[in-house]
């Protein structure tokens, strides 16, 4: 065991853990942050996607230990009351569906948006093209992130 320090939605965390557990499953077993999803385990859906240093990543294949001293935002830390432009349009478009691919959808965009305000279409599709959702709905994402896009 390992005594890892985290700074995890502005708050530095400390847990427990092996070293090589992944991040996801310290956000969701060991800190109660459930909004991360775990799916595929293997990096290929994005239902778990974070962002480390802004950078949106694969948290079921991250080691823990790679997101010490650096800096993690979850769906939980993205808005602190849930009114973040990609969060907003999400329920104006109604998005989600099954809802499961959600958070880790809006973290990538969010990733998107923080480094280009004003994506083309063709941009949106490529940033989002490792997310999977199982209902569909990527028309009603791409509208969304647009959305969003003319309020950043």
Known sequence: MATITLTINGEKRTVNVESDTS????LREHLGLTGTKYSCGKSYCGACTVHLDGVPIRSCTTPVSVAEKRTITTIEGLSTNGDHPLQKAWVE??????GYC???QIMQAAALLASNKKPSREEIINQMSG????CGTYMRILKAIERAAKEI
Do not use: D, K, P, T
């Not at 991040?23 to 310290?26: A, D, R």
């Not at 478009?93 to 099954?98: G, I, K, P």
């Not at 997310?131 to 199982?134: A, F, P, Q, S, T």
């Open 131 to 134: 997310v999977l959702c199982r």
């Open 93 to 98: 478009e109604q998005v989600a569906q099954c």
């Open 23 to 26: 991040l996801l499953w310290v």
């Open 102 to 104: 959600q958070s880790g």
